[in-house]
Each structure stands twice: as structure tokens, then as C-alpha cells.
């Protein structure tokens, strides 16, 4: 089956740092990756979609200076949180996209929980 | 992307099938239905998905209607495991992947 591995699976920062989340499809090429942001006893958000060796494409409201997002590969996805602030602790998932058929499900990693103090 | 409908919660007997339905009203033609679910704090899982066929797999059976208006999905046996959120997706061929989550119905499976 199709594998997406998200790392780290938690994290903690001070407020105003910076922060990686990496998204790998481990056994299949993904042109097309999503993030989602969770809150709690909330649905997943759609924040952005991260296409291979182009720009992400931003979901309204949600701020591309500061969730950059770097698709450099077929299989490595990355979202930095950049200056995290309480507000932005969330779980955040990612998924991929398999694109050999239109029809293929999204396959998704395991989250990360943010926890900005 | 056609917009779904779907309870909030639901109860099931452990051991009993778990129906579980969705409305997606103004589906077209293009699009099909899947299904995930999210066991508390890790990502969704897939299911299934089908375009007007009935479907079945390992996991489960999904039942479209004729019209293709709602959807069933069914989980034949239901264990504690199956306690989760259940998302139904109506999503296009074209939209390469892309995928909106409504709230989903919260599954709890009952000793």
C-alpha cells in the first residue's frame, strides 16, 4: 500500500522560532501534496497545495509568507512554520497525491502536533 | 466539489454491522465518493471509494445509490478499533487530489 511518512509526530517551540515538518511518500512519487491543519474537535482545514518544482498554491486566509512550503522532489514535501506563535499550535497532516489515476485516494501521514509556548 | 452530508454521531453494537450515510445531493457526474477516517490524533485513513458501483474491500462495502444522491458505508462487523471519525469526500477527476472535509459522523463502537 501507498505509505506517507510525516516527521517529526510532535514538536515544541518557543514563541518566534521557526519550525520543519517534512512529508515523504516512501514508496511512491507524488506531484501533488496537501496540507490540512487540525484544531481540536475540528475537521481538517485545507491550507495549501504543494506541487513538485512549482509554487504552492494557498487556500483564502491562510498566510504563504508565513507557512512556507517547499516541494523539491517526487517523494519530500516540507512545511516550515516561520515566527510560530501560540495561536499557531494546531496538528497538522499532510497527504499525497498519486496521479497515476484520476481516481486515486489521497493517502495521508500520521500529523504533527505544534505546540508553540 | 459537491458538498456532503453526513450525521454527526452514531452508536454501534460491537460486533454489528455500522451503517453509515452520507447525502451529497449535487454530485456530478464526475465525481466520485470516498471515504476516510481518523482514529483520534492520527491522520485519516482511506477506505473506499466509488464512482456509481456498488464497492466492497477488505475494510468495507460502500452502496451508491441509483441516483447517485447518497451514499452507504458500511462496516460488516464492527470492533472497539472501529471507533473513529467517518469523512465522506465527493471530489472530481480533475481536481488532481484535492479534498475538502466537512465534520464527518463520529463512529463509537459499543462493548
Known amino acids: 500500500g501507498a505509505v506517507v511518512s510525516q516527521h517529526p509526530s510532535w514538536v515544541i517551540c518557543k514563541s518566534g522560532t521557526s519550525v520543519k515538518i517534512e512529508c515523504r511518500s516512501l514508496?511512491?512519487?507524488?506531484?501533488?501534496m496537501f496540507w490540512y491543519r487540525q484544531f481540536p474537535k475540528q475537521s481538517l482545514m485545507l491550507m495549501a497545495t504543494?506541487?513538485?518544482?512549482?509554487?504552492?498554491?494557498?487556500e483564502q486566509g491562510v498566510e504563504k509568507d508565513k507557512f512556507l512550503i517547499n516541494h523539491a522532489s517526487l517523494t519530500l514535501s516540507t512545511l516550515t512554520v516561520t515566527s510560530a506563535h501560540p495561536e499557531d499550535s494546531s496538528f497538522y497532516i499532510c497527504s499525497a497525491f498519486k496521479h497515476s489515476m484520476d481516481d486515486s485516494p489521497l493517502h495521508f501521514g500520521n500529523g504533527t502536533r505544534l505546540t508553540v509556548t | 466539489d459537491a458538498k456532503t452530508t453526513q450525521p454527526t454521531s452514531m452508536d454501534c453494537a460491537e460486533g454489528r454491522a455500522a451503517n453509515l450515510p452520507c447525502n451529497h445531493s449535487t454530485i456530478s457526474g464526475n465525481e466520485y465518493v470516498y471515504w476516510y477516517r481518523q482514529i483520534h490524533s492520527q491522520g485519516p485513513q482511506y477506505i473506499i471509494h466509488?464512482?456509481?458501483n456498488n464497492e466492497t474491500n477488505e475494510m468495507a462495502s460502500l452502496i451508491i445509490t441509483e441516483d447517485r444522491k447518497s451514499s452507504t458505508l458500511i462496516l460488516p462487523h464492527a470492533t472497539l478499533r472501529d471507533t473513529a471519525v467517518y469523512y465522506c469526500?465527493?471530489?472530481?477527476?480533475?481536481?488532481?487530489?484535492?479534498?475538502?472535509f466537512g465534520d464527518g459522523t463520529t463512529l463509537t463502537v459499543k462493548p
Open positions: 466509488g464512482l456509481k
Open positions: 504543494s506541487n513538485e518544482g512549482s509554487k504552492a498554491t494557498y
Open positions: 514508496d511512491f512519487q507524488a506531484t501533488t
Open positions: 469526500i465527493v471530489r472530481g477527476n480533475t481536481n488532481a487530489g484535492k479534498s475538502t
